[in-house]
């Protein structure tokens, strides 16, 4: 179970983390949405301590992670595949992979695991990173956060820059692994729609705050909300 | 003819040492994207504390040894005290410490061991060898120094692209950010990055001490020779700066050999200047230069 | 009822007088220069000849150091070769006084223009350059230039160098004026020239196109400024401050060789620029007064512990780098910028 209390973050004098709490229950997604700027990969990078929050408190299954560094907390079983993938590009494919689980040590995922979620990567296994389309580098940083056997799950904006059919694809995946492997899922999304397809629950920040906090299914009736914040 | 086989010799072993020096400059470059103005003076350090195990053992070997030894310490030291604050700020800062730790490790060795050069043993013959009647300018001891650097750029080579440990060292080089959100204790990887590129440093250190007395000063052309062939293959490529100082010897040696050795440091900087108006990234370098 | 009246009167709207200095930077700058002048004659005329020989030496530090940080701090670019520029100056006023019987003026003017032309090339490679780049190239131009010096002994005079006559009094200020008076004065006329023309400078539209290249060069591309040539122009003006540092330098010291331009100089300067404060005039006067007082206190320190001259030699240098060090580390912005927090903060108080 990943928590956040009133998580306040600041660039400066802009802020743009505003008492957020939110919980996130394993084997389950919850959608973080709003309009571009609002806070959400803000608030992500600060639950994994790319940034350091002013205010408040992260905590996961019970232990305060709120001051520790990176390294250390994706150590504790939470993985986070960045905005724009972060496939390191002049590795390759099976670098970036086992890259991933080193940490683990014996306990991560056999590569084999992987590629038969994502057969293309086998394919491509000892090509340099950079030779894969978005799709691919999708898939691989899904992947490689997949190695280390997490226990969370942070995705920030997927579906960028992918074609529908694709975007439709990883969804539905994100779904499978949070029900099979028993993930808590916090999904950083643009595409309200589809991100509310897959999600059990949805949050709406505008401005760093959140402005509704209610079932996807809910969220996904609300004409006024989606009107106002989600832009469908 | 035989002053071309000489001074093309000369110019391999010499540019042997200009390699170690350009890989220790890469290395830094590729891990903490600063130059590390101070490797000249971090590697005269390490020559003296060999001088002085030498002087009180008698033993090469002994000061080979502790020569990279201390190497190892100082770049690892001088990362997470130094350079760790400003890592990733404006780079005139980084620029600037390294300048005033060159600064304060001159001044610190001159008043440590004084200023007059010391002579340096070398560890073989520097007598050239006989061919044909005709004694080279080219010894067994330029021999140990070319396999030396090999072996050492071929070890430095297999732990980057075949080890666990390696494979940290290059994610933490090539992107920090990503690889801390996989568990990449990214800090300690710099700092190992400091302490390998220091031993590189430190073997050009002891391996050119012999031909050039060791003072405080005497190192200062070898940073900047070894600044130019890092620039010649590429400051983010090891490979480029094997080959960009074994290319930079041999021209340093031609012109010296021709045109006469006061020449050498304007020749470097010729050279730097045709470089980086025609290929600024360097032979090998895989980034491309920015354009709007 | 217009928009303008409704606008609060903020206390900068001053009449007359006020308001045309406010207005114009040359009238300012003008007004600054004729009131440092003054102090700096009435200074000189009261001290010793040795603090007129300080004088002289920080003037000369301030033409070279206020043309580096400008170009440091305004044009970011970092140039380790300001040291071998100020030996282009010296040089060519010792050759044109020495050689050619040259007068004083045409001289130094001269020793900023040819150096300026030699900061031409390099500043046009330069400026395709970036952050440690740009410092490798600078340090290699450093340490290779004087190597000229060498290789055409008869021109330069080898390791020995150029010697020119002591600069004379005119006639008109009296038969024992002092020499090292008449030195404070020529170096610091020069300084203030310098401090004039870059003053000006900053405040122009020029010195806005370097600070928008310095801060985002693909905008200010895009917003039509040329950035090589912003750049490039950037380095020959220091090159010229450097160029006349070294002119003033030669017509102190009397002598231009090798030895008085060494790497450690260029690294001084660079020590000056960022210890007074990057990017500021006053900042610096601080640096000149740095470079010219802290060898004259490590000197004293060294002797008041009577320390070996191993020790004692390489003090300053020990306590140069210690300070380099401790000021990015502790103190980016400078001793200026220490001086304007405190500027800011005392306002504050005072507002309340």
Same mark, same amino acid.
Do not use: H
């Given at each position: 179970m990943l928590a956040v209390e009133e998580l306040t973050t600041d660039y400066g004098p802009v802020r743009a983390v505003d008492h957020v709490s939110l919980e996130v229950p394993p084997g389950s997604v919850t959608a973080v949405l709003g309009a571009n700027g609002a806070g959400k990969t803000s608030l992500l990078r600060t639950i994994t301590g790319l940034v350091r929050p002013s205010a408040g408190r992260v905590t996961f299954d019970g232990e305060d992670i709120t001051r520790l560094a990176v390294e250390e907390i994706v150590r504790r079983g939470i993985a986070h595949v960045p905005e724009g993938r972060g496939v390191i590009t002049e590795l390759t494919v099976a670098e970036n992979l086992r890259l991933g689980g080193l940490w683990r040590g014996r306990e991560a995922a056999p590569k084999e695991e992987i590629y038969e979620l994502f057969p293309r990567l086998e394919e491509r296994a000892d090509h340099p990173a950079s030779s894969l389309s978005g799709g691919e580098r999708q898939m691989l940083s899904i992947g490689r956060a997949l190695v280390a056997r997490p226990r969370a799950l942070l995705l920030d904006e997927p579906s960028l820059g992918l074609a529908p059919r694709l975007v439709a694809q990883i969804m539905s995946l994100v779904r499978r692994l949070a029900d099979t492997l028993d993930l808590a899922v916090l999904l950083v999304e643009q595409n309200a729609r589809s991100a509310l397809s897959i999600s059990q629950r949805g949050i709406v920040l505008n401005l760093g705050r959140v402005v509704a906090d209610v079932s996807a299914a809910e969220l996904a009736a609300d004409e006024r909300l989606r009107h106002a914040y989600l832009g469908f | 003819m035989t002053k071309f086989i000489d001074l093309t010799l000369n110019g391999i072993s010499t540019g042997a040492i200009y390699a170690a020096v350009a890989l220790a400059l890469v290395l830094i470059w590729r891990a903490t994207?600063?130059?590390?103005?101070?490797?000249?003076?971090? #590697?005269?350090?390490?020559?003296?504390?060999?001088?002085?195990?030498?002087?009180?053992?008698?033993?090469?070997?002994?000061?080979?040894?502790?020569?990279? /030894?201390?190497?190892?310490?100082l770049g690892?030291?001088?990362?997470?005290?130094?350079?760790?604050?400003? @890592?990733?700020?404006?780079?005139?800062? %980084?620029?600037? =410490?390294?300048?005033?730790?060159?600064?304060? +490790?001159?001044?610190?060795?001159?008043?440590?061991?004084?200023?007059?050069?010391?002579?340096?043993?070398?560890?073989?013959?520097?007598?050239g060898y006989e061919v044909g009647g005709t004694r080279l300018l080219f010894a067994p001891n330029d021999t140990f120094i070319v396999v030396v650097v090999i072996a050492v750029a071929l070890g430095l080579a297999l732990l980057f692209r075949a080890t666990t440990l390696g494979l940290q060292l290059r994610a933490a080089a090539f992107k920090p950010e990503v690889a801390r959100l996989l568990g990449v204790r990214v800090g300690r990887m710099f700092t190992l990055g400091w302490a390998l590129a220091a031993v590189a440093g430190s073997l050009a250190g002891i391996l050119v001490a012999p031909s050039i007395?060791?003072?405080?000063?005497?190192?200062?052309?070898?940073? =900047?020779?070894?600044?130019?062939?890092?620039? =010649?293959?590429?400051? !983010?490529?090891?490979?480029?700066?094997?080959?960009?100082?074994?290319? #930079?010897? +041999? %021209?340093?040696?031609?012109?010296?050999?021709?045109?006469?050795?006061?020449?050498?440091?304007?020749?470097?900087?010729?050279?730097?200047?045709?470089?980086?108006?025609?290929?600024?990234?360097?032979?090998?370098?895989?980034?491309?230069?920015?354009?709007? | 009822m217009t928009v303008a009246d409704t606008q609060p009167k903020d206390g900068l709207e001053k009449t007359g007088v006020w308001a045309a200095l406010a207005r114009s930077t040359v009238l300012r700058s003008l007004l600054l220069l004729v009131i440092a002048g003054v102090v700096l004659l009435v200074i000189s005329t009261y001290v010793s000849a040795y603090h007129d020989l300080?004088?002289?030496?920080?003037?000369?530090?301030?033409?070279?150091?206020?043309?580096?940080? $400008?170009?440091?701090?305004?044009?970011?670019?970092?140039?380790?070769?300001?040291?071998?520029?100020?030996?282009?100056?010296?040089?060519?006023?010792?050759?044109?006084?020495g050689n050619e019987g040259w007068a004083l003026i045409p001289a130094l003017v001269a020793s900023?223009?040819?150096?300026?032309?030699?900061?031409?090339?390099?500043?046009?490679?330069?400026?395709?350059?970036?952050?440690?780049?740009?410092?490798?190239?600078?340090? &290699?131009?450093? $340490?290779?230039?004087?190597?000229?010096?060498?290789?055409?002994?008869?021109?330069?005079?080898?390791?020995?160098?150029?010697?020119?006559?002591?600069?004379?009094?005119?006639?008109?200020?009296?038969?024992?004026?002092?020499?090292?008076?008449?030195?404070?004065? =020529?170096?610091?006329?020069?300084?203030?020239?310098?401090?004039?023309?870059?003053?000006?400078l900053m405040h122009s539209g020029f010195g806005r196109s370097m600070a928008?290249?310095? !801060? !985002? @060069?693909?905008? &200010?591309?895009?917003?039509?400024?040329?950035?090589?040539?912003?750049?490039?122009?950037?380095?020959?003006?220091?090159? %010229?401050?450097?160029?006349?540092?070294?002119?003033?330098?030669?017509?102190?010291?009397? +002598?231009?060789?090798?030895?008085?331009?060494?790497?450690?100089?260029?690294?001084?300067?660079?020590?000056?620029?960022?210890?007074?404060?990057?990017?500021? +005039?006053?900042?610096?006067?601080?640096? /000149?007064?740095?470079?010219?007082?802290?060898?004259?206190?490590?000197? !004293?320190? /060294?002797?008041?512990?009577?320390?070996?001259?191993?020790?004692?030699?390489?003090?300053?240098?020990?306590?140069?780098?210690?300070?380099?060090?401790?000021?990015?580390?502790?103190?980016?912005?400078?001793?200026?910028?220490?001086?304007? &927090?405190?500027?800011?903060?005392?306002?504050?108080?005072?507002?309340?």
């Open positions: - | 994207r600063i130059v590390n103005f101070a490797q000249g003076a971090m #590697l005269m350090v390490t020559t003296f504390i060999a001088y002085a195990v030498i002087n009180a053992t008698g033993s090469y070997v002994l000061g080979f040894v502790v020569a990279l /030894a201390s190497g190892f310490v690892a030291v001088i990362e997470r005290v130094l350079i760790r604050p400003v @890592e990733g700020g404006p780079p005139l800062n %980084a620029v600037i =410490i390294t300048l005033g730790l060159y600064t304060l +490790l001159v001044a610190a060795a001159g008043m440590i061991w004084g200023n007059t050069p010391k002579s340096f043993p070398a560890a073989f013959s520097i007598r007395f060791v003072g405080p000063n005497n190192f200062d052309p070898i940073l =900047i020779s070894g600044f130019v062939a890092a620039v =010649i293959g590429g400051l !983010d490529s090891p490979p480029g700066a094997v080959v960009g100082g074994l290319l #930079l010897g +041999l %021209a340093l040696s031609y012109v010296s050999g021709y045109e006469g050795s006061s020449l050498v440091p304007l020749a470097a900087l010729v050279i730097l200047v045709l470089v980086l108006m025609v290929r600024p990234t360097g032979l090998f370098s895989a980034t491309k230069e920015r354009r709007v | 300080q004088i002289a030496t920080g003037a000369y530090y301030f033409a070279a150091l206020a043309g580096l940080t $400008v170009l440091a701090g305004c044009s970011g670019q970092i140039s380790l070769g300001n040291g071998a520029l100020m030996a282009v100056g010296a040089y060519t006023v010792a050759l044109l006084i900023a223009v040819v150096t300026a032309a030699v900061g031409w090339p390099v500043g046009a490679a330069a400026s395709r350059l970036r952050g440690p780049y740009l410092a490798g190239a600078t340090l &290699a131009f450093a $340490v290779g230039l004087p190597a000229l010096a060498d290789k055409f002994p008869a021109t330069f005079g080898g390791e020995n160098g150029l010697i020119i006559n002591p600069p004379v009094p005119p006639a008109s200020l009296g038969f024992n004026f002092p020499l090292e008076r008449w030195e404070a004065w =020529i170096a610091c006329g020069g300084a203030l020239v310098v401090m004039f023309v870059l003053y000006n928008a290249v310095r !801060d !985002d @060069e693909i905008a &200010a591309s895009l917003c039509g400024l040329r950035v090589g040539r912003t750049q490039t122009v950037a380095f020959v003006i220091s090159a %010229a401050c450097a160029g006349l540092g070294g002119g003033l330098l030669c017509v102190v010291l009397q +002598l231009a060789q090798p030895g008085a331009f060494p790497l450690q100089l260029s690294l001084s300067l660079l020590t000056g620029v960022v210890l007074g404060g990057l990017g500021s +005039l006053v900042g610096a006067i601080w640096g /000149a007064a740095l470079l010219v007082l802290l060898p004259n206190w490590t000197n !004293d320190l /060294a002797n008041s512990f009577s320390l070996s001259t191993k020790v004692s030699a390489n003090l300053p240098l020990a306590i140069y780098g210690l300070v380099l060090i401790a000021a990015i580390l502790v103190w980016p912005s400078g001793i200026q910028g220490g001086v304007r &927090a405190l500027g800011r903060w005392l306002k504050n108080r005072w507002a309340r």
